[in-house]
Structure formats: structure tokens, C-alpha cells
């Protein structure tokens, strides 16, 4: 056995799964052996759900099913609603929100008591959360901002319903085209940390909302989710200070700033998602009639490439999407959750199937041999 040490697990292989293929030096991804690129567009996040938690795509007849079972499934309990408004009144953060509640939902699951490797009860397990967690979502920010939430519809996709609650009115088809694509792209990515955080949980033989628990919090943190909202934020000073987009970049650059949106832990060329997310943002600034924040991010990742090695990843373009669909800058990493649960359940089944209690080593780099002093001696 080596006891080489190596932090952050880097190059370390872990497990095997049949879920997502990534090659970092080719810019690939695919979902159980289907190319990204073949599918984004045309399949929706609800038939990739079925794809990722059962291994094939769904007939049109278990599509329907799927649909209907997983809409059914949106509302919440009145204590999670009050539990909710109480924490949007504390001006919570909207992922420590998510967390909280998500947690919260395993009360009124009525598989709660399932054995944990059931996968019966843990699909529909799966099915509640993922239903869930956009009307909790929706919710919380229309309460924050002082509106009323709005009710779920069973008569909407899983995307159209979410914009719906979060926007009051049903959402223009680029919108929806453009969110359930988005959806679908984030749904898995081999095993990032959120990812490796929720099979840790199940290994253990804790129960589903345990593990989508787990990934949430650390989704979380600023090394995972939220390179997004930076995007944005960036674009906005950009915006807001009035300087040529071209001249911005490069004194960032020359300044030794770091440009959130690019590079990847795992790709070292540009992320595939990112050429499906750009043209949406530009679909949606030309529907608008304002391409501005598509072209300043077009500028930067012009730049980008001449000054330095870096590409866009993922959260590079989906930053300048959402905010031209309203979508509040402090949601994007609970959105990130609301799409990426597909895949930690998903993992979780995996891990469910064929278990083993993951517990690395770690080596001890302390003294030895010190001698014990007792209290009143010290």
C-alpha cells in the first residue's frame, strides 16, 4: 500500500460508474454513454432523470408516467411553507435555506421508514425531493422580496413550472428552452465534491435526504458552487464602469485579478457545456433586443485566450443566461442544487447497489512519544 499522500484526492480513482464520461483534454462529457451535445437540446431534464436513475432513456408512455408522477409530487407540507417564510423573515442564505429544508422534508416522506438501500422507495424518494426543492426554492424568493408564493402547476414541465412560481407568469418558450437545457447540463459531472460528499453519507447507510443533505452543504462553499454569480458580478462592474469591455479585461488580467469563469479542475480545454450555454445567451439578449452581456462575456473569453491558458467552464455563459431571464444573482447556486440533485441521487442509487463504507487513510504527521502530565502537575 502507498502512503503517498495526495490532497484533494488528485488523480486518485475512487469508485467506478456507468453515469457521466468525462475527458478533460477533449472537452467531453456524456451521460451514460451519450454525448452531450446529441441530446441537451432535444431531451428534456425530466427524461434525463429517467436516463441517469434507471439507465435508459423512457418510451414515450413511461415519459408520461414519469412526468406526471414527479409534478404530482411538488407541493409542500404547511410546516415546510411556515418553516420557509421564517427564514426568508431571517433573511437566510438561500442555500443554507435549501439545506434546512431539504432536510426537513424527510418528516413528511411517507418512505421515510424504508430500508435505505431500498430502491423502490428510494426513487420515489428521489422523485419528492427533485420535485420539491424548486417550489421551496421559489418560494423562499418570492417571500424574501415580499411577495406571496405561488402554487405549483401539475399542467407545467418541470423548467416552465419553476420559472412560473418564481416569476408569477408562465415564461416565454426561449426561456424555457433555454432553463430546461441548462438543467439538463448541470444534472452530473462524474464525482465532484458535492457529489463524492452524498456517497460518503450513503456508504453508511444513511437515507436519501441525508445525502442530498450532505451535497447541499457542500455545494455551498465558494470552491463549488457560486463561480456564477461572480461571473455576473463582473460583468455588471464592466457595465456599471463604463470602461471598454476590451481595455476592462486586460488591465484585470495585467492586474493579476482572478476572472471567475475559467479554468476547471478537470477540463484543460473549454468546457462543452459552455459552447451550448453561449448560444442561449445570445438567443436571449437578441430576443430582448440587448446582446450587451453576451458580448462583453464573448470579449472576455476573446481575451482570455490570448493572455492567458484558461477557458470558460460551465458557470462562465449560465451567469449572463440567467440574469436575462430575472433570475436573482443569489439563487444561481440553489439553482445549481435544484438541477444537480438528479445526480447525487443518481450516485447514490450506484453506491446503494453495490455498497461499501468509504473510509480512507489519512497519515499522521504529529510528535510521538510525549509524556503524559496529569492536571495538577501541569
Given at each position: 500500500?502507498?502512503?503517498?499522500?495526495?490532497?484533494?484526492?488528485d488523480?486518485?480513482?475512487?469508485?467506478?460508474?456507468?453515469?457521466?464520461?468525462?475527458?478533460?483534454?477533449?472537452?467531453?462529457?456524456?451521460y451514460?454513454?451519450?454525448?452531450?451535445e446529441?441530446?441537451?437540446?432535444?431531451?428534456?431534464?425530466?427524461?434525463?432523470?429517467?436516463?441517469?436513475?434507471?439507465?435508459a432513456w423512457?418510451?414515450?408512455?413511461?415519459?408520461e408516467e414519469?412526468?406526471?408522477?414527479?409534478?404530482?409530487?411538488?407541493?409542500?407540507?404547511?410546516?415546510?411553507?411556515?418553516?420557509?417564510?421564517?427564514?426568508?423573515?431571517?433573511?437566510?442564505n438561500?442555500?443554507?435555506?435549501?439545506?434546512?429544508?431539504?432536510?426537513?422534508?424527510?418528516?413528511?416522506?411517507?418512505d421515510?421508514?424504508?430500508?435505505?438501500?431500498?430502491r423502490e422507495?428510494?426513487?420515489?424518494?428521489?422523485?419528492?425531493?427533485?420535485?420539491?426543492?424548486?417550489?421551496?426554492?421559489?418560494?423562499?424568493?418570492?417571500?424574501?422580496?415580499?411577495?406571496?408564493?405561488?402554487?405549483?402547476?401539475?399542467?407545467l414541465?418541470?423548467?416552465?413550472?419553476?420559472?412560473y412560481?418564481?416569476?408569477d407568469e408562465?415564461?416565454?418558450?426561449?426561456?424555457?428552452d433555454?432553463?430546461?437545457?441548462?438543467?439538463?447540463?448541470?444534472?452530473?459531472?462524474?464525482?465532484?465534491?458535492?457529489?463524492?460528499?452524498?456517497?460518503?453519507?450513503?456508504s453508511?447507510?444513511?437515507?436519501?435526504?441525508?445525502?442530498?443533505?450532505?451535497?447541499?452543504g457542500?455545494?455551498?462553499g465558494?470552491?463549488?458552487g457560486?463561480?456564477?454569480?461572480?461571473?455576473?458580478?463582473?460583468?455588471?462592474?464592466?457595465?456599471?464602469?463604463?470602461?471598454?469591455?476590451d481595455?476592462?479585461?486586460?488591465?484585470?488580467v495585467?492586474?493579476?485579478?482572478?476572472i471567475?469563469?475559467?479554468?476547471?479542475?478537470?477540463?484543460?480545454?473549454?468546457?462543452?457545456r459552455?459552447?451550448i450555454?453561449?448560444?442561449?445567451s445570445e438567443r436571449?439578449?437578441?430576443?430582448?433586443?440587448?446582446?450587451?452581456?453576451?458580448?462583453?462575456?464573448?470579449?472576455?473569453?476573446?481575451?482570455?485566450?490570448?493572455?492567458t491558458?484558461?477557458?470558460?467552464?460551465?458557470?462562465?455563459?449560465?451567469?449572463?443566461?440567467?440574469?436575462?431571464?430575472?433570475?436573482?444573482?443569489?439563487?444561481?447556486?440553489?439553482?445549481?442544487?435544484?438541477?444537480?440533485?438528479?445526480?447525487?441521487?443518481a450516485?447514490?442509487?450506484?453506491?446503494?447497489?453495490?455498497?461499501?463504507?468509504?473510509?480512507?487513510?489519512?497519515?499522521?504527521?504529529?510528535e510521538r512519544?510525549?509524556?503524559?502530565?496529569?492536571?495538577?502537575?501541569?
Amino acid at each position: 500500500m502507498s502512503d503517498e499522500v495526495k490532497r484533494g484526492l488528485d488523480g486518485v480513482v475512487v469508485f467506478e460508474s456507468n453515469l457521466s464520461y468525462i475527458d478533460g483534454d477533449a472537452g467531453e462529457l456524456g451521460y451514460r454513454g451519450y454525448a452531450i451535445e446529441d441530446f441537451a437540446q432535444e431531451a428534456s431534464f425530466e427524461e434525463v432523470l429517467s436516463l441517469l436513475w434507471n439507465g435508459a432513456w423512457p418510451t414515450p408512455a413511461e415519459h408520461e408516467e414519469f412526468v406526471a408522477r414527479l409534478a404530482a409530487e411538488r407541493d409542500l407540507a404547511p410546516p415546510v411553507y411556515d418553516l420557509i417564510e421564517e427564514l426568508a423573515a431571517q433573511d437566510e442564505n438561500p442555500m443554507a435555506m435549501l439545506r434546512t429544508v431539504t432536510s426537513m422534508l424527510s418528516a413528511y416522506d411517507p418512505d421515510t421508514d424504508a430500508e435505505p438501500d431500498d430502491r423502490e422507495a428510494n426513487i420515489a424518494k428521489g422523485c419528492r425531493i427533485t420535485a420539491k426543492i424548486p417550489t421551496a426554492l421559489a418560494a423562499f424568493t418570492r417571500l424574501r422580496d415580499g411577495n406571496e408564493p405561488v402554487a405549483p402547476r401539475e399542467d407545467l414541465t418541470h423548467a416552465e413550472n419553476f420559472l412560473y412560481m418564481l416569476n408569477d407568469e408562465e415564461p416565454d418558450a426561449v426561456a424555457v428552452d433555454a432553463f430546461d437545457t441548462a438543467l439538463v447540463l448541470h444534472a452530473d459531472h462524474g464525482l465532484n465534491a458535492s457529489t463524492f460528499a452524498s456517497m460518503v453519507t450513503t456508504s453508511t447507510l444513511s437515507d436519501l435526504h441525508s445525502g442530498v443533505t450532505s451535497a447541499i452543504g457542500t455545494l455551498a462553499g465558494s470552491l463549488h458552487g457560486g463561480a456564477n454569480q461572480n461571473v455576473m458580478r463582473m460583468l455588471k462592474e464592466i457595465d456599471e464602469s463604463d470602461a471598454d469591455p476590451d481595455e476592462w479585461i486586460e488591465q484585470a488580467v495585467e492586474e493579476g485579478r482572478r476572472i471567475p469563469g475559467f479554468g476547471h479542475r478537470v477540463y484543460s480545454v473549454r468546457d462543452p457545456r459552455a459552447n451550448i450555454l453561449a448560444s442561449y445567451s445570445e438567443r436571449l439578449g437578441e430576443q430582448s433586443g440587448d446582446r450587451k452581456w453576451y458580448d462583453y462575456s464573448v470579449t472576455i473569453e476573446e481575451h482570455m485566450a490570448e493572455m492567458t491558458r484558461f477557458s470558460p467552464n460551465v458557470d462562465f455563459y449560465s451567469a449572463s443566461m440567467y440574469y436575462q431571464m430575472g433570475i436573482p444573482l443569489d439563487i444561481y447556486t440553489p439553482i445549481f442544487a435544484l438541477s444537480r440533485v438528479g445526480g447525487w441521487i443518481a450516485h447514490m442509487l450506484e453506491q446503494y447497489d453495490d455498497n461499501r463504507l468509504i473510509r480512507p487513510l489519512s497519515r499522521y504527521a504529529g510528535e510521538r512519544g510525549r509524556e503524559f502530565v496529569p492536571l495538577d502537575e501541569r
